[in-house]
């Protein structure tokens, strides 16, 4: 709270400073493909609002300079940080609109990936950026009745830069399901869907990646009809694998017929990444609980991407269909359309900066 109240940083740079505020660990990913980019010519002197963040953002060392949170909303302490700073830009992510913050500094100021509410906050501070990027040509349109300068590239969180490697499993012949992000609570949807598939089709193989490794026991006790092996454990074709191993799940999509997310099946979570699948050009299923995604969940669905199943027996009908080529994955490439998306922002951030 002190360094909020009175921010005591020093900075020292040959490069113009770019402050970059994130409120937390989720604006902080979405934003990670443009600070890639503004670090190869910016000092980035990264803030963030939630407390929680801390701990992950200082893991995080490849995408900034220096760390600091923000200062509290008060002149006093907005002045003392940017007479320490001395700014060349502001770069806010998607909503984050402090009165002072945006008042009192005079640099340029550009905010990302935002979306219009029609708010008055809205209308009082969205002047104050020399440019607003919106997620659609309708944020846009909203921003402009507020006489403000927008523009609309997409949503950035459609902006997955990963490096390319191969996930091996030893796994007998047979379409392969990968079910990732799961909590224990949607163990019962995946045993009733795993149980009918198999009814229809010999030689499924199903690849399970718990949310939280740590509850891999659990997974192993309440999946032990399937005979299910750890990952780790390199049993060679075996046929139910549960993943102890962190950082592969984006990568084992790729080995997939079809795939199912998590999060989505039970009350209390909202949903994760649905469009990770889809990166490797893989149908996705998920579940009606997805009130966190629901700008991926419309993407998804309005692109023929992905389907949302309100039963087990919908997600086996879905899953018949694709495995029997009923259903044949659309010409989309999220890949090339996440990368105009991108080149869209850097187009607009290097005119705004006059880089």
Known sequence: MWDRLFPRLSISSSKPIIWFHCASVGEFNTAKPILSELKKDFFILLTYFSPRAKNFLQSQKDFYHALHPLPLDLPFSVESFLKRVNPFALMVMERELWYFMLKKTKAKKILLNTYAKGSLMERLLSKEFDLIICRTEKDKEIFHSFSAKAVACGNLKFVM?????????????????????????ELGVLKGFYRELLKKVKGINLVVVPRHVSKVEVFMKELAEFKPCLKS?????????????????????KLSHISLVGGTFSKGVGGHNILEPVYHKKFVLFGEHAQKIKDLEEFVLSKGLGFKVKSVREAVDVAMKVINGEIVYPEFDLREYAKKIKECYMDWISKTLEV
Do not use: Q
Request: hydrophobic letters at 35%; a negative charge; aromatic letters at 10%.
């Open 161 to 185: 830069e990963r490096e390319d490697k191969d996930i091996e499993l030893s796994m007998p012949e047979g379409k392969v399901i990968v079910a990732g992000s799961f909590h224990p609570s």
């Open 233 to 253: 454990s390199k049993v060679p074709d075996c046929r139910f694998v549960v993943v102890d191993t962190l950082g592969e799940l984006f990568y084992l999509y």
